[in-house]
């Protein structure tokens, strides 16, 4: 059974702190993977992907992935109270198989 | 506007009922999908379409049947076989598939169903 691994949470940052979200994945086939935001009541969101050894930055927001260790995460710099939200990540061998989400609080 | 569409929003079954949530998309997108996430979970995949009038299983397609008539519409029926169908449901859409660069899912705003 392939499986995409989060932490539970919920992971609570004080406004202006880096948040970091972490995700291991069992399917050493997998090939890209996608951070999804989603919003309490509403659907998910792409906010990144990376398919590529290393990091990848887009504004406040950093994807990391290593292979070897079949690790991924994302890092958000200078958190606002509106990045508080459900984090999903997912991983595509395939299909995307998604992880059950870190719930992340940001604290004015 | 392109995007995806789903309705009802919130949708009320009786126990042996079998309920359709339609699911429109005008994106062209080849690839459609099906979701459902239950309450602290992630999204689990129901069924999926890579093409009209094709269609496959998820990991938990028993108590549901889906149809791929027309390129934009991917309806999901709920049977009374689904035994705890009490769940968000998420509708998706790709431009297709299993390439990376194609495989960027947009989802539509959802249908809550609870059953009576």
């Known amino acids: 059974q392939k499986e995409v691994e989060q932490n539970s949470g919920p992971l609570s940052v004080p406004e202006g702190a880096i948040a970091s979200l972490n995700c291991t994945y069992s399917?050493?086939?997998?090939?890209?993977f996608f951070w999804y935001r989603q919003y309490s009541g509403k659907s998910p969101e792409l906010i990144m992907f990376i398919y590529s050894n290393g990091d990848k930055e887009d504004g406040r927001f950093t994807a990391q992935l290593n292979k070897a260790s079949q690790y991924v995460s994302l890092l958000i710099r200078d958190s606002q109270p509106s990045d508080s939200a459900t984090y999903l990540c997912?991983?595509?061998?395939?299909?995307?198989?998604f992880g059950q989400g870190t719930e992340l609080s940001v604290k004015p | 506007d392109g995007g995806i569409t789903q309705s009802p929003k919130y949708l009320f079954r009786k126990e042996g009922q079998n309920v359709t949530l339609s699911c429109e998309q005008n994106?062209?997108?080849?690839?459609m999908y099906w979701y459902r996430q239950d309450p602290g979970q992630g999204l689990r995949l129901i069924y999926y379409s890579q093409i009209v009038n094709d269609f496959q299983k998820g990991d938990i397609a028993e108590g549901y049947s889906v149809s791929r008539e027309k390129k934009e519409s991917f309806p999901l029926t709920v049977t009374s076989a689904q035994k705890n169908p009490t769940a968000f449901y998420l509708c998706?859409?790709?431009?297709?598939?299993?390439?990376?660069?194609?495989?960027?899912?947009?989802f539509g705003p959802g249908t809550r169903l609870t059953v009576l």
């Open positions: 994106l062209n997108h080849d690839a």
């Open positions: 997912a991983g595509l061998g395939g299909k995307l198989i």
């Open positions: 399917d050493r086939g997998s090939q890209s």
């Open positions: 998706a859409s790709s431009i297709g598939f299993r390439d990376r660069d194609y495989n960027e899912q947009f």
